[in-house]
């Protein structure tokens, strides 16, 4: 019985079959489950062998064009495209509009002080969904 990874796990034959899988639509992970390999292992070869890490790029492409994804952010987000032409760009100004948006709102909001709107007993605002007093403790004395 011999130890450790076997010598000719990851074969001419093996990448080819891998590749076919990805270039079918197939995930990176789920193509090396389906030719018996650890999914670790294709990008192990891939960041030795520049060519085989060509064909993997040609593949993904393939797979994806394939599979119908279409770029942009949604890829990003739910599809887990990561290419830097389209869905990486579009996906950083999106967050960056909803944080300038959030940025904004939290801008514009006013905090109300104890004798506001509501009277004497308005708390100001928690950064918390929650509050941190015990519903069994008596209210605390305000300061006058």
């Not at 993997?56 to 994806?64: R, S, T």
Request: charged letters at 30%; aromatic letters at 4%; glycine letters at 8%.
């Amino acid at each position: 019985m011999t130890r450790g990874r076997p010598i000719d796990a990851f074969d001419d034959l093996t990448r080819a079959r891998y590749l076919e899988a990805v270039a079918a639509g197939v995930r990176l992970g789920e193509a090396a489950q389906a030719v018996g390999v650890h999914r670790n292992l294709p990008a192990y070869h891939a960041r030795r062998d520049l060519e085989f890490a060509r064909a993997v790029e040609e593949a993904v492409a393939l797979g994806k064009e394939r599979r119908g994804i279409r770029h942009g952010e949604a890829a990003y987000n739910e599809g887990r495209c990561r290419c830097t032409e389209i869905c990486t760009p579009a996906a950083t100004a999106a967050r960056a509009r909803r944080r300038a948006r959030q940025s904004k709102k939290d801008d514009g909001a006013t905090d109300q002080s104890a004798t506001g709107a509501d009277g004497p007993a308005a708390a100001p605002s928690s950064p918390l969904p929650f509050s941190l007093r015990s519903p069994l403790l008596p209210p605390r004395p305000r300061a006058a």
